[in-house]
Nanobody
């Protein structure tokens, strides 16, 4: 299974970005696959940002992003998104997509929040 993230970039504090996670080669119905977003800031460990269970109605967010980040999915494109609003400098990190059922990580996409 291949996982490819995109959509990162440089944004000013208070701005927004939408990350994409495209999956290729899943043997299961995309809508039934749990998927997660993680991030890793310089010098820190990888932390869970948001998790979507097999049903889109069940999502969990880290306290640090709750109310600002939102997961969505497009089953026709086998793609998960992370809408990030009201970005803060502390959101600066490499963001990774992860499919737990197959243990697949993407290569990551850099998000930098700076004025």
């Amino acid at each position: 299974v291949q996982v490819v993230e995109s959509g990162g970039g440089l944004v000013q504090p208070g701005g927004s970005l939408r990350l994409s996670c495209a999956t290729f080669g899943l043997a299961f119905n995309f809508s039934r696959v749990a998927m997660s977003w993680y991030r890793q800031a310089p010098g820190q460990g990888r932390e869970l940002v948001a998790h979507s269970t097999s049903t889109i109605s069940s999502t969990n967010y880290a306290d640090s992003v709750k109310g600002r980040f939102t997961i969505s999915r497009d089953s026709a494109k086998n793609t998960m998104y992370l809408q990030m609003n009201t970005l803060k400098p502390e959101d600066t990190a490499v963001y990774y997509c992860y499919v737990p059922s197959v243990g697949s990580w993407g290569q990551g996409t850099q998000v930098t929040v700076s004025s």
